[in-house]
């Protein structure tokens, strides 16, 4: 869902309504991290916790994680801007999304040319049959 203002606003209106919804709670914390309002998602941390159940301490700890992550890639995204102001968008660095590869520059097999040039490597070493004795 790409509209995660909208996913937010879901979110909130369901742990008001089911407040004990782990599943709710959880995906709302990380929508907060994605926002940087930490805060709120230390808050739904919290909830998890009070839950009490196991899978909400698992989300509580998955969130925590989360937590602590979104916080260290803030930190350094502020600190780049600050540092190189005129950096490019560098997708899982300088900006949210994951990082994958630029089309048309990358084969089928990025590893085909090692695999020749180890083919060579390998045939000239004797294996142990080739072994001669004195």
Same mark, same amino acid.
């Given at each position: 869902?790409?509209?995660?203002?909208?996913?937010?606003? $879901?979110?909130?209106?369901? %742990?008001?309504? &089911?407040?004990?919804?782990?599943?709710? !709670?959880?995906?709302?914390?990380?929508? $907060?991290? !994605?926002?940087?309002?930490?805060?709120?998602?230390?808050?739904?941390?919290?909830?998890?916790? #009070?839950?009490?159940? &196991?899978?909400?301490?698992? !989300?509580?700890?998955?969130?925590?994680?989360?937590?602590?992550? +979104?916080?260290?890639? +803030?930190?350094? !995204?502020?600190?780049?801007?600050? %540092?190189?102001? #005129?950096?490019? @968008?560098?997708? #899982?660095?300088? @900006?949210?999304?994951? /990082?994958?590869?630029?089309?048309?520059?990358?084969?089928?097999?990025?590893?085909? @040319?090692?695999?020749? &040039?180890?083919?060579? /490597?390998?045939?000239? %070493?004797?294996?142990?049959?080739?072994?001669?004795? &004195?």
């Amino acid at each position: 869902m790409e509209d995660y203002e909208a996913a937010t606003q $879901y979110y909130e209106k369901l %742990v008001t309504l &089911e407040p004990d919804n782990v599943d709710a !709670r959880y995906k709302l914390g990380l929508l $907060y991290i !994605r926002a940087k309002d930490y805060g709120a998602a230390e808050k739904e941390v919290e909830a998890l916790r #009070g839950i009490g159940t &196991e899978n909400a301490t698992q !989300r509580a700890d998955a969130l925590t994680e989360n937590l602590s992550s +979104g916080k260290v890639k +803030g930190f350094f !995204r502020d600190l780049l801007k600050k %540092v190189a102001p #005129g950096l490019p @968008e560098i997708p #899982g660095i300088t @900006e949210d999304g994951p /990082i994958e590869p630029e089309t048309g520059e990358t084969s089928e097999d990025p590893l085909s @040319e090692d695999k020749q &040039e180890g083919t060579d /490597i390998f045939q000239s %070493v004797p294996d142990s049959g080739d072994a001669v004795t &004195e």
